[in-house]
Each structure stands twice: as C-alpha cells, then as structure tokens.
C-alpha cells in the first residue's frame, strides 16, 4: 500500500506543477480560472490520500468546504464567463433578439392582450374591481 501512497504522490505532484504553470503562463484569465479550479480539486484529493494514509476522518469537514467552494467559483466563473461567440441556436443569444415577448389572452378573457381592465370600466364605477362593478351595474 505504501507504493501505491507514493505513486499517488507523484502523479498529483507533477498535476501541482502542470496547473501552476497554466496559472502563471495561462494567455487568458480564464485558463487561470480553470487551472486554479483543477489546482483546488487536486488539493482536494491529496486530502483524500492523506485521510487514507492516516486512516483518519479529521479533514473530512475540509474536504466538504472544499468541494462547495470549487462548485460555487465554478459556477461564478461559468455564468460570468464572455459568451461572445456563441452561435445563433443557443437560448441566450435568442433572448436578446427583438422586442419583449407579451403574454396572450387566456381563453374567454374579454380583454386584449395589452388592455387592461381599468380602461374599459364604466363610469359610475364605486372602487370596487372592474369586472365586479360592471357584473354589479347589470351590464
């Protein structure tokens, strides 16, 4: 078991210095994001070797904190991210296309869409709702 700590170790070491790299050479901020997300997930299973090796529970509340701080900044850095060149099928680029959607008439509305009740109220109105009143005066 002990070759097998060990060849983990190595193996996450060497995934350490690729990330660092990427961190430090990265040609965008957004590789830099990335590489530091994999550099948190690879914090995260060195805990997971050294509970194994130690066979102990100590860092399991860390690795939870861990793991919903890598989730939350991915999610951040996802829904913040530059979506300039999204091509024309996706919802988002749908959404800033031309004027607002309106809602349409539920059926056996006698309103347009649009028209709302207080403009076709009656005179004579008492403050009650508009369709009460105009169902109260017998129309």
């Not at 070491?13 to 990427?22: H, P």
């Not at 102990?56 to 979506?83: E, K, Y």
């Not at 309103?111 to 508009?130: I, R, V």
């Amino acid at each position: 078991m002990t070759w097998a700590i060990w060849a983990t170790g190595l193996i996450l070491t060497l995934a350490t210095w690729g990330t660092v790299y990427r961190i430090w050479k990265g040609p965008a901020l957004l590789d830099r994001v990335l590489a530091s997300d994999v550099l948190l997930s690879i914090l995260t299973a060195a805990l997971c070797v050294l509970m194994i090796y130690t066979d102990s529970q100590f860092f399991l509340i860390l690795l939870v904190a861990l793991a919903m701080i890598g989730f939350v900044g991915s999610v951040t850095v996802a829904r913040f991210a530059d979506n300039s060149k999204a091509d024309e099928s996706t919802p988002v680029s749908r959404l800033n296309e031309g004027r607002p959607r309106r809602r349409s008439r539920k059926k056996g509305s006698k309103y347009a869409p649009g028209e709302l009740a207080e403009d076709t109220d009656k005179q004579g109105h008492d403050g009650a709702h508009p369709v009460r009143a105009s169902k109260d005066l017998g129309e």
